[in-house]
């Protein structure tokens, strides 16, 4: 093998006809060194000196290795370094030199427009680590795999899958989530059931994008990852591996840069915004002062500023914990319940955690309908926490960072007991789809856009055309115009007080009437029922209602 003057970018490993070209940054003035292994060996059979080139990058290119199986790593003066680039690790957790050849066969993109995205939020190992899971693959790519019918029945089309690639593990407790260093562009073999994870990251993606679902990565780097890095990891997984998009961490990175790349614009860039869940959590229990901002949100759309409206996210509560319980308890964190967040705007429903007595377990299932219906009438794109859709529980722990353990893996036996809860969510997941007005291109703004008599969206309360934006009013009548849409109009009365009120109902054309179709009581009516010439109706205590014009 014989050595020459690398190329400089991309960094990384690059393979070129004549050979393998190495290239990495390093401080200037150190003495930086390629180590190459034969595979499987721990001792470099081959040293190779690197050339300073262009700033602080070093180069070598390798010739006549294109056809063996290596490993390398750097040693920089004294230190042995792992590439920031590396691809792949090797069993012996050396960077793997060359990366096989995948047949994507004819995989494309599902390209979905951010108003039909059904989104659901997972942790790769968590999802299917559980013995009821009942896949034959437990805690990995192809446990994601095995688990596709069941997302594509649910009516899922995007997953959102947190931190897949190799982060470094805890020193004193398990890194779980992911967060923190690590090798962004290397996928975490432990997540592979062949111990490859590129091949088996390769695989969930086709098989995704076969059954017409997106694949979306969370990747919160560092905030000391170089902005260059970021932009190169982005586009590398978009090149190779077929992402359809990305959740990216403000706090860590500056995302204008992976907004502004070429490259990247038909990906969909994303972050976590807490105010719809902060928002709807608080209208779910009954605070006062939240209509107005309930109003902006349910008509807010999601593409511009690349949100998603989720109420309940790995960080924080599960959709279950947050009708269960006040106070989050963290005490198996070791941290003296002193981590994760404080203000999760819960109620427990009269009592903290479970509990057998048949008004809170009754309420409590009346509040998960009604959290459900905020996120999946409102006009953003959705996102469910995996599990949610049949209450899913981590036992109040509103920050399962470390437990890789039952407490934050999503429990399937909750399905075989909680299979009213998931068929609901189902049928609202297809009623969201079926109503146009739940899901337009444009956000209403309020206006007759078509000049048909009516607003787009209008607000109404115990009076039509009028709504109560009173400190202590719970209650809000959204009614939907589907004029511009081709559609028909529907009406949401959402009372969140724990009294009965009135809404008055807007008036319709002599040809429509309203029809009772949907309510956190009865769930999703297979039979519409029609309310004939009624002016207005009258909503239970903490119960969403929705009307369709006929």
Request: hydrophobic share 35%; with cysteine; aromatic share 12%.
């Amino acid at each position: 093998m014989k050595n020459t003057q690398g190329q400089q970018l991309p960094m990384g490993v690059t393979v070129q006809e004549d050979g393998v070209s190495f290239s990495v940054a390093a401080k200037k003035g150190k003495a930086c060194c390629l180590l190459l292994y034969h595979a499987g060996e721990k001792e470099p059979c081959a040293r190779y000196p690197m050339r300073q080139s262009e700033g602080a990058v070093y180069t070598v290119k390798v010739t006549d290795i294109q056809s063996g199986a290596y490993a390398y790593e750097y040693l920089m003066d004294e230190e042995v370094v792992t590439d920031p680039y590396t691809k792949a690790f090797t069993k012996e957790n050396k960077s793997q030199v060359l990366i096989p050849e995948y047949d994507w066969e004819d995989d494309r993109y599902p390209a979905y427009a951010y108003k039909d995205v059904i989104a659901y939020s997972l942790h790769v190992r968590g999802f299917t680590q559980d013995s009821y899971s009942k896949v034959a693959h437990r805690g990995t790519f192809e446990g994601v795999i095995e688990k596709l019918p069941y997302l594509k029945d649910l009516g899922i089309n995007q997953i959102q899958c947190m931190p897949v690639y190799s982060f470094l593990e805890g020193k004193r407790k398990p890194n779980y989530w992911g967060y923190g260093p690590g090798y962004f562009f290397a996928p975490k073999n432990s997540y592979s059931a062949i111990s490859d994870g590129v091949r088996s990251l390769k695989n969930m993606v086709k098989a995704c994008h076969e059954a017409e679902i997106e694949v979306v990565l969370e990747m919160p780097f560092c905030p000391e990852t170089p902005i260059y890095q970021v932009l190169d990891c982005l586009r590398y997984y978009r090149q190779e591996y077929h992402i359809d998009g990305y959740i990216l961490n403000p706090a860590a990175v500056s995302t204008r840069a992976a907004y502004e790349d070429p490259y990247l614009q038909d990906c969909k860039l994303m972050v976590h915004h807490t105010e719809f869940q902060n928002v709807m959590r608080r209208f779910l229990k009954g605070d006062e002062g939240m209509v107005e901002a309930v109003t902006y949100w349910l008509r807010h759309l999601s593409e511009k500023e690349g949100n998603f409206n989720y109420i309940a996210s790995h960080n924080g509560f599960t959709l279950m914990d947050l009708v269960s319980y006040e106070g989050k308890h963290n005490e198996a964190n070791g941290e003296n319940n002193q981590d994760g967040p404080d203000y999760n705007y819960s109620w427990n429903c009269g009592a903290e955690g479970p509990s057998r007595k048949k008004a809170v377990v009754n309420l409590r299932r009346g509040q998960l309908y009604n959290a459900l219906f905020l996120v999946f009438l409102a006009q953003g794109t959705p996102c469910l926490l995996a599990g949610d859709e049949f209450g899913n529980s981590q036992k109040g722990n509103n920050n399962v960072y470390c437990q890789d353990n039952p407490t934050g893996w999503v429990n399937w036996k909750k399905l075989t007991t909680n299979q009213e809860l998931h068929d609901f969510v189902r049928d609202l997941i297809a009623f969201r789809k079926r109503y146009k007005v739940f899901h337009p291109a444009q956000e209403m703004s309020g206006t007759d856009t078509t000049r048909c008599g009516v607003p787009d969206v209008s607000y109404h309360g115990e009076y039509a055309w009028r709504i109560e934006k009173e400190v202590a009013s719970r209650q809000l009548g959204v009614y939907y115009s589907g004029t511009s849409l081709e559609a028909e109009d529907c009406y949401v009365a959402y009372n969140m007080h724990w009294i009965r009120h009135t809404f008055a109902l807007p008036s319709l054309p002599k040809n429509k009437k309203w029809y009772l179709a949907a309510s956190t009581k009865d769930g999703i009516k297979a039979e519409m029922i029609c309310l004939g010439g009624q002016k207005s109706i009258e909503i239970e205590e903490r119960t969403i209602v929705v009307l369709v014009a006929k």
